[in-house]
């Protein structure tokens, strides 16, 4: 017994050893810079020279001078991007779970030509961020783009659409690349839950000949609802930063600068690091809110989410 | 009669539903191709088939800015952020995994709940820690900044497929008195390897299609990866954007990782499922 244990400790040691090369790495690419963000937000640091700043207190945030409000929480353009991000979170996750949940029920039937589709359908996922967005860039083009000439030929435009530089249309073009883009992710986390339910309660349904709309709503959707919800987490911690598409498919466009976007404009082409840090602080208090929330709303249980 | 008929429309509806899911899949990406091949004026008309043949525009995407070079960055990006990944991962899997110890879980949140953080609320500190460490506009500050995207998930998808392997595995070599340096590669690393391979495939992924950090922390159009590059390309004016280099460059750097992927898809989809779901 004596042995057993002092081999215990002796792994427990060396246990630490393999993790703290791990963790010293984490702590320095990711907790230290997180923790550098926060403060450079109370600060008045800019980007020319990072060596001199001077703390102002919450000034980014909120602050008076002769009688005039400043800073980011009466800012109606931070306003405005946070709205983007959630409107467009919200949207696009939504019909990436409904699509994804198409495509999942699609591919889990037996049928010819089945691993074909279901690489087919893992190409959009495979694309790099940047490429899909400037082949939707091109395809939705004024003059040139494939999407205006389908339309007309179709009748239904009669004139083509501006779709990424008009006011009116930029969101929706953001929305479509991203659900093209992620709703195989979902498909496949949906479809990979689907697999593991157990076939004998469909068996029973299909003896007592309950109508198959009424078992996946009644059966298959109650099963496998901890597992989607785990998904949605992720797919709307994804969202809820996003970036890379929007700079390339809409960029400088008010009606989709996310807060991401917003914060960097801030950061890096105003120089601004202390305000733009401020408006990374928020983001993280938004993002991290809105899961919680979720979490608290759906009662989703992350570990219940698997087996 | 009825029913015979009403049979066929259901199985003449489902496959209409899986022509329009492969077709809005892959079309794009069709199309991408499609144009890449065409230049001059064919450019500028809507051709649904491929009208003409030329690769001119594959040869002048090299051309007009250092695109090999950019190229060649994302390559030695990629597989250093991976080599590095697997290497930390595997090795705090093993401690994460198979030792029991007092904070373990807590631990394991905290790993994960990085994998969580914006990469915007790190972008300021992460520019300073880079300039700091005299690595802005190299290779080895972006590595260094995307250990923070590709370790935690490494971590955690690792321990997961470790946890499942049976208790016997290493028994014997521990009471055989072996190091558990010994233990891992040993024991663990020759059964490791599906799993290393799928993460590896997906840190890879992460990797080279990162785009923020590289925009943020690279200068010079030598010194950025693929993805910048494509962004950046640009015409005189918006008008005169030259899509067909666009379409080339984004096809040669696509058409690997689209090979790979449907080499792997398997190990992705379950590698996918082992770092979300179980989450």
Known sequence: ?307 | MNAKAWKYLRKAAFWLLVAVIVLFAVFPFYYAILTSFETGSALFEVNYLPESFSLINYISVFKGQPFGHNIFNSIFVSFLVVALSLLLGVTASYALARVKFAGRGLLLITILSVSMFPQVAVLSGMFELIRGLGLYNSMFGLAISYMMLTLPFTVWVLTAFMRDLPRELEEAAVMDGATPWTVIRRVFLPVMWPAMVTTGLLAFIAAWNEFLFALTFTLTDDKRTVPVAIALISGASQHEMPWGNIMAASVIVTLPLIVLVLIFQRRIVSGLTAGAVKG
Request: proline share 5%; hydrophobic share 55%; net charge neutral.
């Open chain 1, 1 to 307: 017994m004596a042995h057993a244990s002092s081999l215990t400790r002796s792994r427990r040691r060396s246990a630490w050893i393999f993790l703290i090369p791990m963790l010293a790495i984490l702590a320095v690419v990711a907790g230290w810079p997180l923790l550098r963000t926060f403060y450079f937000g109370f600060t008045d640091a800019n980007l020319s020279d990072l060596s001199s700043y001077s703390f102002i207190g919450i000034e980014n945030f909120y602050a008076v001078y002769d009688g005039e409000a400043y800073g980011l929480l009466i800012d109606p353009e931070w306003w405005q991007a946070v709205w983007n991000t959630l409107f467009f979170s919200v949207i696009s996750v939504s019909l990436e779970t409904a699509l994804g949940m198409v495509v999942a029920l699609v591919l889990n039937q037996n049928f010819r030509g089945r691993g074909l589709v279901r690489a087919a359908v893992l190409i959009p996922w495979a694309i790099p961020t940047i490429v899909s967005a400037r082949m939707w860039n091109w395809m939705l083009h004024d003059q040139f783009g494939i999407i205006n000439d389908m339309l007309m030929k179709l009748g239904i435009l009669s004139a083509p659409i501006a779709w990424t530089a008009s006011p009116d249309w930029a969101m929706s073009a953001v929305i479509l690349v991203d659900v093209w883009k992620t709703t195989p992710f979902m498909a496949l986390l949906i479809l990979a839950a689907l697999q593991m339910l157990p076939g004998d309660c469909y068996e029973a349904a299909r003896v007592d000949g309950i109508h198959p709309v009424r078992v996946f709503f009644k059966v298959t959707l109650p099963l496998i609802k901890p597992a989607v919800m785990v998904a949605v987490i992720f797919r709307a911690l994804d969202a809820l930063r996003v970036f890379d598409v929007i700079y390339v498919l809409t960029p400088n466009n008010p009606q989709t600068t996310t807060m991401s976007v917003y914060a960097r404009q801030q950061l890096v082409d105003f120089q601004e690091v202390g305000y733009g840090s401020a408006a990374s602080t928020l983001l993280f208090v938004v993002i991290a809110f809105c899961i919680m929330a979720y979490i608290m709303i759906g009662r989703v249980r992350l570990d219940e989410g698997g087996h």
